[in-house]
């Protein structure tokens, strides 16, 4: 359920409305930003920003340091599995 | 109101001061009841849209029937191959192609991919009352730009006006014969298991194409057809790995129905490697904003090869240097196993690929 | 793609295979005894079965398929009632892709396009808008039908029409909320579930408060997680390792979109135009207390159900079907007798079958392919 693509803003196209497009990997759609935009954060604050496109809407901003922060654990879950697999293999030659 | 000459027929033009008949004119705007009457209006829409472009000898006199030459086939091959489709689509044009360039190439491709030569096609057209008479010029001007490209000359036809919403615009069906050289025979029968399976390119963009050319979900696309003709590349890879088993075009169903097919033919199995597959980033980006699946999205220029090991390499590099070839891969091969299509994933593990239930719908909710 | 590709490597995943596995041994499991995981959403589903992830973990771990798939627990009663609004004449009636071909108890929305009703396809409640726009002299109806993740743009929407002044436009909402119907999947007696892969997008709006009390009151471990293969394998691994470590307690492994405290503007647009449905129908779990949302008094002249006079009559799901068992993981797809026989993805009976994150199609159509009870069930239906 609730599919949701990451996408850039590229443009603006009606800060009144709210309305902006994204692109997907080059597929391009006019987005509602009402979700990610309030009195602190107007909709051009968006522009270029990274966001999670649910049905027309961008429902959320991409934390950049948050994905860097999952791939780096990612990496140590599975470096460290491995590293013990070697010691065994070593312990049982 | 004289025309190129289509390649691969000898033409002498036709001309209004030969004195059989006169050409008409056609004034009006829209297509009328009255110009699938059999009355004059008819001749006018016959001779100024059809005739003036696709005018060729074999057409001759407008008789009932086009006489074609026996020595142009047997010249070329020891049989014949005939095939006929009929074409719709919505919009009528897309990026890419419209649907005077899929009926010729569509029915052109169907002959290619048995290994004949394309020679001849027929076009009847229902015409849906108060389609643009501009409409129907480009269409047929679509059809002739195609037909050359493709070495074919269209040489009969038919033409029917039908009540308003009983067709959808334009519906083209085209029959084509070619000839096939002698000694070679594919057939899905003559697939082995340990043949690889090739593709000529990048897939899934016709269909993508199409669905986003409708508007209804409002998306901005930069993916065109694939539409275009497979003679070509079938011929250089025919030469390049003369022991080829199987052709097949990869149309309605995608890649996904092609593959089933042959497993379901055959009983063998087939095995996708999903990392080898062409896909264009902008046609992985659809397909995640949709949920679709990208191996069920139409081609229209698009062929699966079987072909055996040994001879590979040589078929992928002979298809590369040919326009449409350039993105050429082995996606797979054919294992004795059990008649499924399987797919190892990007990800290391393996599924399933079955045939398509009906038409493939946006998964978004 | 960004934030997709990077989540995809299968380099990397061998590795967390291998550390899933340890974590499986340390817990004792084996194939008889195995770790049982429900991931909540059809999403995740979705990806287990594209990606093939069976393939790469033990058989010591089993994944229950839960109910988060909106179009998989639709009942037959709301598409009749889809399908009487969408006959009417002058009517546009327009919806999501994945509602079109769910089978209601006089046919689906597909079979009424067939029958001449003007039904249509679209991407976004805002396209369904501009159909309303577009054609004054028509009534466009859109069917809301999703989770927490899809109400805020419903809403939305419905605010912009009001702002608009459009008043040929209505929405048929079948919204439902998942929280309610977890507990009620925890508190039935049969179910034995380990821990809980939690639904990343519909999180993104509620956040991860509201599923304390399964930590807190049913002593399980629930991991919120993304879409992607690596998402699952990492989230997999965080719930075993509460496991291994005994805690419980509710974790965001997808911190990239999901912020803990949710989306509160998103919430505020849905307070605004929603209240709390006392009664909500799921096809195979029956009723639910308080699982749905509705239109609220300030907004009824949005609501199709009164524009149209629909009175939502309860239809029983089929008797053969075993929808609700395989939903709450009591039994394996292969199990119902109408798997591959009275339904298929061609003729779907239940639900599962309809979507292709419905756990029955999904076993259907991609399948773990070392499976022979599966191979069984589809081999009968062929001979």
């Given at each position: 359920?609730?599919?949701?693509?990451?996408?850039?803003?590229?443009?603006?196209?009606?800060?009144?409305?709210?309305?902006?497009?994204?692109?997907?990997?080059?597929?391009?759609?006019?987005?509602?930003?009402?979700?990610?935009?309030?009195?602190?954060?107007?909709?051009?604050?968006?522009?270029?920003?990274?966001?999670?496109?649910?049905?027309?809407?961008?429902?959320?901003?991409?934390?950049?340091?948050?994905?860097?922060?999952?791939l780096k654990v990612l990496h140590e879950i599975g470096e460290l599995?491995?590293?013990?697999?070697?010691?065994?293999?070593?312990?049982?030659? | 109101?004289?025309?190129?000459?289509?390649?691969?027929?000898?033409?002498?033009?036709?001309?209004?001061?030969?004195?059989?008949?006169?050409?008409?004119?056609?004034?009006?705007?829209?297509?009328?009841?009255?110009?699938?009457?059999?009355?004059?209006?008819?001749?006018?829409?016959?001779?100024?849209?059809?005739?003036?472009?696709?005018?060729?000898?074999?057409?001759?006199?407008?008789?009932?029937?086009?006489?074609?030459?026996?020595?142009?086939?047997?010249?070329?091959?020891?049989?014949?191959?005939?095939?006929?489709?009929?074409?719709?689509?919505?919009?009528?044009?897309?990026?890419?192609?419209?649907?005077?360039?899929?009926?010729?190439?569509?029915?052109?491709?169907?002959?290619?991919?048995?290994?004949?030569?394309?020679?001849?096609?027929?076009?009847?057209?229902?015409?849906?009352?108060?389609?643009?008479?501009?409409?129907?010029?480009?269409?047929?001007?679509?059809?002739?730009?195609?037909?050359?490209?493709?070495?074919?000359?269209?040489?009969?036809?038919?033409?029917?006006?039908?009540?308003?919403?009983?067709?959808?615009?334009?519906?083209?069906?085209?029959?084509?014969?070619?000839?096939?050289?002698?000694?070679?025979?594919?057939?899905?029968?003559?697939?082995?298991?340990?043949?690889?399976?090739?593709?000529?390119?990048?897939?899934?963009?016709?269909?993508?194409?199409?669905?986003?050319?409708?508007?209804?979900?409002?998306?901005?696309?930069?993916?065109?057809?694939?539409?275009?003709?497979?003679?070509?590349?079938?011929?250089?890879?025919?030469?390049?790995?003369?022991?080829?088993?199987?052709?097949?075009?990869?149309?309605?169903?995608?890649?996904?129905?092609?593959?089933?097919?042959?497993?379901?033919?055959?009983?063998?199995?087939?095995?996708?490697?999903?990392?080898?597959?062409?896909?264009?980033?902008?046609?992985?980006?659809?397909?995640?904003?949709?949920?679709?699946?990208?191996?069920?999205?139409?081609?229209?220029?698009?062929?699966?090869?079987?072909?055996?090991?040994?001879?590979?390499?040589?078929?992928?590099?002979?298809?590369?240097?040919?326009?449409?070839?350039?993105?050429?891969?082995?996606?797979?091969?054919?294992?004795?196993?059990?008649?499924?299509?399987?797919?190892?994933?990007?990800?290391?593990?393996?599924?399933?690929?079955?045939?398509?239930?009906?038409?493939?719908?946006?998964?978004?909710? | 793609?960004?934030?997709?590709?990077?989540?995809?490597?299968?380099?990397?995943?061998?590795?967390?295979?291998?550390?899933?596995?340890?974590?499986?041994?340390?817990?004792?499991?084996?194939?008889?005894?195995?770790?049982?995981?429900m991931e909540v959403c059809g999403g995740h589903t979705h990806a287990?079965?594209?990606?093939?992830?069976?393939?790469?973990?033990?058989?010591?771990?089993?994944?229950?398929?839960?109910?988060?798939?909106?179009?998989?627990?639709?009942?037959?009663?709301?598409?009749?009632?889809?399908?009487?609004?969408?006959?009417?004449?002058?009517?546009?009636?327009?919806?999501?892709?994945?509602?079109?071909?769910?089978?209601?108890?006089?046919?689906?929305?597909?079979?009424?396009?067939?029958?001449?009703?003007?039904?249509?396809?679209?991407?976004?409640?805002?396209?369904?808008?501009?159909?309303?726009?577009?054609?004054?002299?028509?009534?466009?109806?859109?069917?809301?039908?999703?989770?927490?993740?899809?109400?805020?743009?419903?809403?939305?929407?419905?605010?912009?029409?009001?702002?608009?002044?459009?008043?040929?436009?209505?929405?048929?909402?079948?919204?439902?909320?998942?929280?309610?119907?977890?507990?009620?999947?925890?508190?039935?007696?049969?179910?034995?579930?380990?821990?809980?892969?939690?639904?990343?997008?519909?999180?993104?709006?509620?956040?991860?408060?509201?599923?304390?009390?399964?930590?807190?009151?049913?002593?399980?471990?629930?991991?919120?997680?993304?879409?992607?293969?690596?998402?699952?394998?990492?989230?997999?691994?965080?719930?075993?390792?509460?496991?291994?470590?005994?805690?419980?307690?509710?974790?965001?492994?997808?911190?990239?979109?999901?912020?803990?405290?949710?989306?509160?503007?998103?919430?505020?647009?849905?307070?605004?135009?929603?209240?709390?449905?006392?009664?909500?129908?799921?096809?195979?779990?029956?009723?639910?207390?308080?699982?749905?949302?509705?239109?609220?008094?300030?907004?009824?002249?949005?609501?199709?159900?009164?524009?149209?006079?629909?009175?939502?009559?309860?239809?029983?799901?089929?008797?053969?079907?075993?929808?609700?068992?395989?939903?709450?993981?009591?039994?394996?797809?292969?199990?119902?007798?109408?798997?591959?026989?009275?339904?298929?993805?061609?003729?779907?009976?239940?639900?599962?079958?309809?979507?292709?994150?419905?756990?029955?199609?999904?076993?259907?159509?991609?399948?773990?392919?070392?499976?022979?009870?599966?191979?069984?069930?589809?081999?009968a239906k062929a001979s």
């Amino acid at each position: 359920m609730c599919l949701g693509v990451p996408g850039q803003i590229i443009a603006i196209d009606d800060p009144a409305k709210r309305i902006a497009t994204v692109d997907v990997a080059g597929i391009r759609r006019k987005v509602d930003l009402s979700c990610i935009v309030d009195e602190d954060n107007p909709p051009e604050s968006c522009l270029h920003a990274w966001v999670l496109v649910h049905v027309g809407f961008a429902m959320s901003r991409i934390d950049e340091a948050e994905a860097e922060a999952t791939l780096k654990v990612l990496h140590e879950i599975g470096e460290l599995a491995v590293e013990r697999e070697a010691m065994l293999t070593s312990e049982v030659q | 109101m004289k025309t190129a000459p289509a390649k691969g027929a000898e033409i002498v033009p036709l001309k209004a001061e030969d004195g059989l008949r006169r050409h008409g004119r056609l004034s009006a705007k829209k297509i009328t009841l009255a110009h699938g009457g059999g009355g004059s209006a008819m001749r006018d829409l016959i001779d100024d849209v059809f005739i003036s472009a696709f005018e060729n000898p074999a057409m001759g006199d407008l008789e009932d029937q086009a006489r074609l030459p026996l020595t142009q086939f047997t010249a070329s091959g020891d049989r014949l191959a005939f095939t006929t489709d009929g074409f719709v689509v919505d919009p009528l044009f897309f990026p890419g192609g419209d649907l005077g360039k899929l009926a010729v190439y569509g029915t052109v491709n169907d002959l290619a991919v048995g290994g004949a030569k394309p020679l001849y096609l027929s076009c009847a057209m229902i015409i849906e009352e108060g389609v643009e008479v501009e409409t129907l010029r480009q269409l047929v001007a679509s059809m002739k730009a195609a037909a050359a490209e493709a070495g074919v000359s269209i040489v009969t036809g038919d033409t029917k006006v039908v009540g308003k919403g009983q067709a959808d615009k334009v519906f083209i069906t085209t029959a084509g014969v070619g000839a096939i050289p002698a000694g070679l025979n594919l057939g899905v029968r003559q697939v082995q298991p340990g043949d690889v399976v090739i593709v000529n390119g990048k897939l899934g963009d016709h269909g993508a194409a199409i669905l986003a050319a409708r508007g209804d979900l409002e998306l901005e696309s930069p993916i065109h057809s694939d539409c275009r003709p497979l003679t070509g590349l079938v011929q250089a890879l025919l030469k390049a790995a003369p022991n080829t088993h199987f052709i097949r075009d990869c149309t309605r169903g995608g890649l996904a129905s092609t593959l089933n097919e042959v497993s379901d033919g055959t009983g063998f199995g087939i095995r996708l490697q999903e990392k080898a597959i062409p896909l264009r980033e902008e046609l992985r980006g659809f397909c995640e904003i949709l949920g679709l699946d990208p191996l069920y999205l139409a081609n229209e220029g698009s062929f699966a090869a079987f072909v055996p090991r040994a001879e590979a390499e040589a078929a992928l590099a002979a298809l590369r240097r040919v326009d449409g070839g350039q993105e050429a891969a082995i996606i797979g091969e054919v294992t004795t196993s059990g008649g499924r299509v399987i797919m190892d994933t990007l990800f290391g593990g393996a599924r399933i690929v079955d045939m398509l239930v009906g038409e493939q719908l946006p998964r978004i909710c | 793609m960004k934030y997709a590709d990077e989540f995809r490597d299968s380099a990397l995943a061998a590795g967390l295979a291998k550390a899933i596995a340890e974590q499986l041994d340390a817990l004792g499991a084996t194939e008889e005894t195995p770790v049982r995981i429900m991931e909540v959403c059809g999403g995740h589903t979705h990806a287990i079965f594209r990606y093939g992830l069976a393939d790469l973990l033990p058989k010591s771990i089993e994944f229950l398929h839960g109910p988060g798939c909106p179009v998989c627990v639709l009942p037959r009663s709301r598409v009749d009632d889809c399908l009487a609004i969408a006959m009417k004449p002058n009517v546009i009636f327009a919806t999501f892709g994945d509602a079109m071909r769910v089978p209601g108890s006089k046919g689906s929305l597909l079979q009424a396009k067939g029958d001449g009703a003007d039904v249509r396809m679209v991407y976004s409640p805002l396209d369904a808008l501009t159909l309303a726009r577009r054609n004054p002299d028509k009534e466009v109806v859109f069917f809301a039908l999703g989770f927490e993740t899809t109400m805020p743009s419903t809403a939305l929407t419905v605010l912009k029409a009001r702002e608009e002044g459009i008043t040929n436009f209505s929405l048929l909402v079948n919204h439902i909320t998942i929280i309610p119907t977890l507990r009620a999947i925890l508190d039935d007696p049969e179910m034995r579930i380990d821990g809980f892969i939690g639904p990343g997008h519909v999180t993104m709006i509620i956040g991860t408060e509201p599923y304390g009390f399964i930590a807190s009151e049913y002593k399980k471990p629930l991991v919120v997680a993304g879409f992607e293969p690596l998402d699952l394998l990492q989230s997999l691994h965080m719930v075993l390792k509460q496991k291994v470590e005994q805690r419980c307690e509710i974790e965001n492994q997808y911190a990239r979109v999901v912020p803990n405290t949710g989306n509160a503007v998103a919430r505020k647009a849905v307070e605004q135009v929603y209240e709390t449905r006392e009664h909500c129908e799921w096809r195979g779990l029956g009723d639910i207390e308080q699982s749905g949302v509705q239109f609220n008094a300030a907004f009824a002249a949005y609501d199709a159900e009164k524009k149209f006079a629909i009175h939502n009559a309860s239809v029983p799901d089929p008797a053969e079907c075993r929808c609700g068992d395989v939903l709450k993981g009591l039994a394996k797809p292969w199990q119902c007798p109408a798997f591959g026989k009275a339904c298929t993805p061609e003729i779907p009976l239940g639900a599962l079958m309809v979507s292709s994150e419905g756990s029955c199609a999904a076993y259907y159509q991609y399948s773990a392919v070392h499976n022979e009870a599966l191979e069984e069930a589809r081999n009968a239906k062929a001979s």
